[in-house]
C-alpha cells in the first residue's frame, strides 16, 4: 500500500526534460521523508524554502511510478487587495491569479506539452479550496497550498476529504496571514489538533532554509528584526 512505503529521500529525485530535481539540504530531506512515509504531512514556514515546488515534484513522481491516480493543488481564495468581484473576467478568470503560482511551477517542471496534457486529461487538477466540500479523495495525492488562509472549519472539512491511498501535503506559513483578525487560522489550529497523531508529520522552514536568492533571506530578516522592535 502506498501509506505504508519507507523510503529514505536521498534516493529521491524527479529527472525532467528540463533538470535534475532532489532535495537541497537537510530540511528539505527531512521534509520528503514525511511525504515519503506519512500519510499527511505540514509544511511551515518562510516563503522560498521549497514547500510547494517540492511538494508538486513528489506528487508528480508518485504518479509518474503510478502509486496514484491523480495530483489535486487547492488553494484556498482569501481577497487581501482587490476584490474578486471588482476582477475583470467570469469566475475561473478571477481566481486565475491566486492559482498562478502553482501553474508556473506545473510549467517549468513538466514543460508545455505535459503541463497541457495533464490538465486537459484531469489527471492534475487545480481548484480553490471551496471547491472541496462533498468529495473524497482515493488514490490521489493532494496539495494545499497557502493553508496559513484557511479558516479552523475549512481546514477541518478538507481534512476529512481523505480517502484511500494518498498523500496530503499541506504548506503554509503563519507569518503572511490574510484573513480578518478576528479569524484564527486554520493551519496554526490543524497543527495543535493533530501534532500527537500519528501517520502525521510536521516540518518546520525557517529563513535560513530559504532557497532563492539571498537578498529574500535578508529582507526576511529585516523585517522580523523591525517587527520584534515595534
Given at each position: 500500500?502506498?501509506?505504508?512505503?519507507?523510503?529514505?529521500?536521498?534516493?529521491?529525485?524527479?529527472?525532467?526534460?528540463?533538470?535534475f530535481?532532489?532535495?537541497?539540504?537537510?530540511?528539505?530531506?527531512?521534509?520528503?521523508?514525511?511525504?515519503?512515509?506519512?500519510?499527511i504531512?505540514?509544511?511551515?514556514?518562510?516563503s522560498?524554502?521549497?514547500?510547494?515546488?517540492?511538494?508538486?515534484?513528489?506528487?508528480?513522481?508518485?504518479?509518474?511510478?503510478?502509486?496514484?491516480?491523480?495530483?489535486?493543488?487547492?488553494?484556498p481564495?482569501?481577497?487581501?487587495?482587490?476584490k474578486?468581484?471588482y476582477?475583470?473576467?467570469?469566475f475561473?478568470?478571477k481566481?486565475?491569479?491566486?492559482?498562478?503560482?502553482?501553474?508556473d511551477?506545473?510549467?517549468?517542471i513538466?514543460?508545455?506539452?505535459?503541463?497541457?496534457?495533464?490538465?486537459?486529461?484531469n489527471?492534475?487538477?487545480i481548484?480553490?479550496?471551496?471547491?472541496?466540500?462533498?468529495?473524497?479523495?482515493?488514490?490521489?495525492f493532494?496539495?494545499?497550498d497557502?493553508?496559513?488562509?484557511?479558516?479552523?472549519?475549512?481546514?477541518?472539512?478538507?481534512?476529512?476529504?481523505?480517502?484511500?491511498?494518498?498523500?496530503?501535503?499541506?504548506?503554509g506559513?503563519?507569518?503572511?496571514?490574510?484573513?480578518?483578525?478576528k479569524?484564527?487560522?486554520g493551519?496554526?489550529?490543524?497543527?495543535?489538533?493533530?501534532?500527537?497523531l500519528?501517520?502525521?508529520?510536521?516540518?518546520?522552514?525557517?529563513?535560513?532554509?530559504?532557497?532563492?536568492?539571498?537578498?529574500?533571506?535578508?529582507i526576511?530578516?529585516?523585517?522580523?528584526?523591525?517587527?520584534?522592535?515595534?
Open positions: 500500500m502506498l501509506n505504508n512505503i519507507k523510503k529514505n529521500s536521498y534516493n529521491f529525485f524527479l529527472k525532467t526534460k528540463f533538470s530535481i532532489k532535495p537541497k539540504n537537510k530540511i528539505q530531506n527531512l521534509y520528503i521523508n514525511n511525504i515519503l512515509n506519512k500519510i504531512t505540514f509544511a511551515v514556514g518562510v522560498g524554502t521549497g514547500k510547494t515546488y517540492l511538494a508538486t515534484v513528489a506528487a508528480i513522481n508518485f504518479f509518474k511510478k503510478r502509486k496514484i491516480n491523480k495530483i489535486i493543488l487547492v488553494r481564495i482569501v481577497e487581501a487587495g482587490e474578486l468581484g476582477l475583470p473576467g467570469n475561473n478568470q481566481i486565475d491569479p491566486y492559482l498562478s503560482p502553482i501553474y511551477i506545473l510549467f517549468e513538466l514543460g508545455p506539452n505535459f503541463y497541457k496534457k495533464y490538465i486537459y486529461n489527471i492534475i487538477e481548484v480553490p479550496l471551496a471547491y472541496m466540500r462533498g468529495r473524497t479523495f482515493n488514490n490521489c493532494i496539495i494545499l497557502e493553508a496559513q488562509n484557511t479558516t479552523i472549519s475549512q481546514m477541518k472539512m478538507f481534512l476529512t476529504r481523505l480517502g484511500f491511498n494518498s498523500k496530503v501535503v499541506i504548506n506559513d503563519i507569518s503572511q496571514i490574510d484573513l480578518p483578525k479569524i484564527n487560522s493551519l496554526k489550529n490543524a497543527i495543535k489538533v493533530c501534532k500527537n500519528n501517520d502525521i508529520g510536521i516540518v518546520y522552514f525557517k529563513v535560513n532554509d530559504i532557497m532563492r536568492s539571498n537578498i529574500v533571506s535578508n526576511i530578516k529585516a523585517y522580523n528584526k523591525y517587527e520584534n522592535l515595534k
